[in-house]
Structure formats: C-alpha cells, structure tokens
C-alpha cells in the first residue's frame, strides 16, 4: 500500500528522455504557455493521457450499450465540460480528440494571460504568485490552478493589490487612460500657449 506519507508524482516522463523532435515541441509549448520547467507540461499530458486511456477501454462496451460504461462517460464528460475543455453534448471521441493545449488553456495563468490582466505568460505567472489575482473574492497564487468554467468571468485583480487601481503602470487595461492622462496636461499646456 505504501507510506500515507510518500508524495507521489503526478506525471510521468518520457520513455526516451533525448528525441529532438520531442524537446523541441515541449520547449515551443512551454514558451507558449509560460510554464516554469516541463514538470508543468508533463503533468497536463499525464491528465490527458489518463482521459483517453479510459475513454478508449470504454469504448468497446459503448458499443454493446453497456449501462455503466455510458454513465462513465458521462461522468467524464461532465467533468470536462464544468472545466470548460469539453462541452456537455460531446462523446467518447471527443475525448481522444483532445490534445495537450486544451489542458493548459485552462490554466490560471493562461486565462490571466487571455484576459487582459497581463502581456505575456511571465507576467500572468508573476501576478499569480505574488498575490494579484483572485478568483472571486479568494486570492489564488497557483499559476496550475485549474479554473472551472463557472469561475472564469470572476478572474480580475485582488481587491488588495496595488494592480485594482486603473493608472498603475504594470497595468494593460488603464493604458489608453494613463496616455490621455498625460495628453492631458500637455494638451492644455499647448493650448494656453
């Protein structure tokens, strides 16, 4: 059974740790995504691969209409769809259709990065861990955290963070403000001329 105390991992690596073509995709997607090492990566390919391992061992007793195969698909398939990766009226093969980015998009960090909340995926990953994002009114500093479809629309700043107001300079959204704020002055200046 082992020790309640051991942390196992939740990933597995790659059988061959030194194919090109492999490290050279994993190092695209993890400059995409703004993730830290590959652990990341490796993780969201182990949740994928777990998905349609069983989707495919059930999909031969979906074949015979097998009662308890369809309610574990469905169980599957709610599951994805409250995540947002898959929606409620998908299948079996939608399942095996999915692939590595559907997983990391709804990463905390992604949807930060998608929002507008920061320019690049090291930002988002900054703001994240140093306690400027909250879900609702609960601080997260988890750039892994998987965010539910529910909680997307109430991703924005924390309610503390210097960040809430609309002039910071790290900000993206006040932009066009903090440039009409400094026309301002200028412009008037130019007009009292």
Do not use: C
């Not at 998009?105 to 920061?118: C, F, H, P, Y």
């Not at 892994?144 to 910071?168: D, I, M, Q, R």
Request: aromatic residues 4%; charged residues 30%; without cysteine.
């Amino acid at each position: 059974m082992g020790d309640p105390k051991k942390i196992r991992k939740k990933y597995d690596t790659p059988r061959h740790p030194f194919e090109g073509e492999r490290i050279k995709a994993e190092n695209q997607i993890v400059g995409a995504y703004g993730l830290k090492n590959k652990r990341e990566l490796w993780k969201a390919e182990s949740e994928l691969k777990k998905y349609r391992t069983n989707a495919i061992s059930i999909q031969a007793s979906l074949r015979l209409n097998d009662a308890r195969a369809v309610e574990q698909v469905k169980s599957m398939i709610g599951r994805l769809s409250r995540y947002g990766i898959l929606s409620e009226n998908a299948t079996a093969d939608d399942i095996l259709a999915l692939n590595v980015q559907s997983f990391l998009e709804r990463r905390l960090q992604t949807l930060v990065m998608r929002k507008g909340l920061a320019r690049t995926p090291g930002m988002a990953r900054q703001l994240i861990v140093h306690g400027h994002i909250s879900i609702g009114d609960r601080k997260v500093t988890i750039p892994g955290y998987k965010v539910l479809k529910l909680e997307e629309e109430s991703v924005s700043y924390a309610a503390n963070s210097p960040l809430t107001n609309e002039l910071h300079p790290m900000r993206i959204v006040g932009e066009k403000k903090r440039e009409e704020a400094a026309a301002g002055p200028e412009a008037q200046k130019g007009d009292g001329r």
